[in-house]
């Protein structure tokens, strides 16, 4: 009868080798999951102004008790209207700053008289809660200058971000943190 | 011989398995459920800050004294201006042509141009001016070109016409101007720029919808867009008197910038067309508002297509025939709907 062969590898190497490519292994998952942390850390959310679709979510879902979205104003492009549908509701009864006749809910948009027939529209910041209903007027009957961003120095920048989870547009995107804004620069463009 | 190594039976081990593929189950069933919750919760959440303007949408049926007893589609897509010429003819700005129509539609001949047809007028011996980005060009009642006038520039864009007995007026939305030509083209005066001696406060034009309409009382009727008002100019460039006012409401234009098309009917009342609330009206002689040819309600495509992301490409224009019967161009659309006074039409 002829001797049993020799195996190729013992119990004892096989155990070594295994144990080797465990470890290999482990630590190449280790390397991914920091470096997949590392690039996250290089990244903000952001709002994409062409597919915002001024669902109002952004006023309430943010975990901020008052929302990091905020509209913004690209005066470059804004008509400097009288009748800003941003500023009046669809039915003024006339065109001043009176309470009634303005469609921000929380009379965060001031108006300022240029010269005839001009108004400038600014944004108070800290009254803003990102609720987009300038926007949408803005949009609709206007150059399109007003749009929601998320403000970085309110943002904190949750893994899973709140807002995009509902966001009716899908408009929340990772963005680079060194360049965490999303400008229009053309009427209706980005 | 019992295997010593099996430490589970058979038995045991459908046992074990019907639970955990119970306890999955069970798992997957909650997750979907809640997914399902998620997303019909976003997807149901009323907006409280809905900007609504679903009431302007609508017009009073009481103010809706015109319908519609024809249609017909543009010749060409992507138009943009309607003239009435003599004949009983229309004269359509689309595409690289002006094409002429009859007055049911039917197509009678076309007028190729060297680039996008803007705009059209049309002299009474059949003479058309058609004006493309820049400059204007000039055909002979049977469509032979006859005169290409100097262009006006890179700023230039041209977007209304309107032709007289001596002079041609062209509406150049981009340099702010009405211009006044003799009939050979040498142009001999401009009209609508800002000159506070004159009184003249200047055309402030958020888009480039600027037209320009000669009336029977030697006036020139000019869009102020961005003020929200019609102006009448005399050929000499002083402004006489005007009329219209902001205001979402049917008496008012609307948005940042309307009306963006004129036309005026026999007896010199106007016709006014709008974008954004796409809606096409009739004002007296003194500019008040009298009733509606077609509302927001008859141009879907074109509301659709000012809204929510660009409202730079709508907008309507028209003309009247001589009985009165206006002709409403949709530029979205790409179509001519024929409105008559419905008693006219019943």
Redesign the interface.
């Known amino acids: 009868m002829d001797a049993k062969p020799e195996p190729n590898v013992n119990r004892r190497q096989f155990l070594r080798d295994g144990a080797r490519a465990a470890a290999l292994t482990g630590l190449g998952g280790l390397l991914g999951v920091l470096a997949g942390r590392a690039t996250a850390k290089g990244t903000v959310w952001q709002i994409d102004p062409q597919k915002c679709v001024r669902c109002g979510n952004c006023a309430t879902h943010c975990v901020l008790e008052q929302s990091a979205a905020k509209c913004v104003h690209a005066y470059a492009i804004c008509g400097y209207c009288q009748l800003c549908t941003g500023y009046f509701e669809p039915e003024p009864n006339d065109l001043n700053t009176g309470a009634e006749n303005c469609l921000c809910p929380t009379s965060a948009i001031k108006r300022t008289y240029v010269e005839d027939p001009y108004y400038e529209y600014t944004i108070d910041e800290a009254l803003c809660i990102g609720c987009a209903k300038c926007v949408e007027g803005c949009n609709r009957f206007g150059n399109g200058s007003l749009f929601l961003q998320v403000r970085h120095d309110r943002c904190v920048n949750c893994n899973e971000c709140a807002i995009s989870k509902v966001c009716a547009g899908d408009a929340f995107v990772r963005v680079p943190a060194d360049h965490p804004y999303l400008l229009k620069t053309t009427s209706h463009g980005a | 011989m019992r295997n010593r190594k099996q430490t589970i039976t058979r038995r045991q081990f459908i046992k074990e398995g019907a639970q955990d593929a119970g306890i999955l189950a069970l798992g997957s069933a909650a997750f979907a459920t809640s997914a399902a919750a998620?997303a019909a919760s976003?997807?149901n959440?009323v907006?409280?800050?809905?900007?609504?303007?679903g009431?302007?949408r609508k017009t009073d049926p009481k103010l809706i004294q015109y319908e519609q007893v024809g249609q017909f589609p543009s010749p060409y897509p992507e138009p943009h201006r309607i003239a009435a010429g003599p004949e009983g003819r229309f004269y359509i700005a689309a595409g690289n042509y002006v094409s002429v129509a009859d007055r049911d539609g039917a197509r009678v001949s076309e007028i190729a141009l060297p680039g996008p047809a803007r705009c059209v007028a049309v002299a009474g011996d059949g003479t058309v001016y058609a004006g493309v980005r820049d400059h204007v060009e000039v055909f002979d009642r049977k469509g032979q070109r006859t005169a290409v006038w100097e262009s006006l520039g890179k700023r230039a864009w041209l977007s209304g016409l309107a032709v007289g007995e001596k002079e041609v007026f062209a509406a150049d939305s981009g340099n702010r101007v009405v211009l006044r030509y003799d009939k050979s083209g040498k142009l001999v005066g401009r009209i609508g720029e800002k000159n506070k001696e004159r009184n003249v406060?200047g055309l402030?034009l958020?888009s480039p919808y600027l037209d320009v309409k000669l009336a029977q009382d030697g006036l020139l009727r000019v869009n102020n867009t961005?003020?929200?008002r019609v102006e009448a100019y005399t050929a000499q460039g002083d402004l006489e008197f005007f009329w219209g006012k902001?205001?979402?409401?049917i008496d008012g234009f609307?948005?940042?910038?309307n009306p963006v098309g004129l036309a005026l009917l026999p007896d010199g009342r106007y016709v006014t067309c709008e974008k954004?609330?796409p809606r096409v009206k009739i004002y007296s002689k003194e500019g008040v508002f009298e009733c509606v040819v077609a509302g927001p309600e008859s141009f879907s495509e074109n509301w659709q297509k000012?809204?929510?992301?660009?409202?730079?490409t709508g907008g309507l224009d028209a003309a009247v025939d001589a009985a009165g019967r206006i002709y409403i161009l949709d530029v979205v659309e790409a179509n001519v709907r024929i409105m008559a006074k419905k008693k006219e039409a019943s």
């Open positions: 998620r976003a997807g959440d907006n409280p800050f809905a900007y609504d303007v009431r302007l406060p402030i958020p961005g003020r929200h902001p205001s979402m409401a609307c948005g940042c910038c954004g609330l000012c809204s929510p992301s660009d409202c730079t």
